[in-house]
């Protein structure tokens, strides 16, 4: 029996891709990363969010759906106001539970770009696949009731990076409100 061959995704605020490069990233490997969600590889076309911005969990399936929260009040304005493009990739090199995210897939080889879908407005577009059910966007000051208000789910993870030698400046420019908090959890965590 032929195994079938599955698409991924990569987004990219790069356009006229042909060839999708490895690149290094903070897991220290040369991959090529790609998703088997349409919509969260949409939300990778801006390369200007991370963690801090938004709450980005599920891997796309019907029992696991995509949701998006922005953290604070028009981050989404100023991250996803720009254009890229979907890229679709043939699955048969890339490989899961490298990254500790069941969405993400890998691949060690340089990857030819199937197919090419240019995004003129990643914001608008993710507002169309919330409509569609394809991922479930909240906006400020809208969140799940699992996610707390004042951010405070970001410090354990924050901490993580601290300890692994990862410049946190950026959590402390974001969220002054959380600094007291922040230092007693790493007091907390010393004794």
Known sequence: MEEKIRLVYHGSIHQGLKKIRRNKSTHGKSWVYATLSKAISTIFISDKG?????????????????????RKENMFKDIFNVSGSLYTLIGKNFVSGKTGWSAE??????????????????????????????????????????????????????????????????????????KKQFLNMIQENEK
């Open 50 to 70: 991370s963690d801090l911005f938004y709450y980005l969990s599920g891997d796309g399936t019907e029992n696991n759906p995509v949701i998006l929260v922005e």
């Open 105 to 178: 897939v890998v691949s060690e080889f340089d990857e030819d770009v199937v197919h090419e879908e240019y995004i003129d407005n990643v914001f608008k577009k993710l507002k169309e696949l919330d409509n569609k059910g394809e991922l479930k966007l909240y906006l400020c000051p809208n969140r799940p009731h699992f996610l707390p208000k004042d951010n405070s789910d970001l410090i354990p993870k924050v901490i993580r990076w601290k300890n692994r030698g990862i410049n946190i400046d950026q959590f402390f420019k974001l969220y002054t409100e959380l």
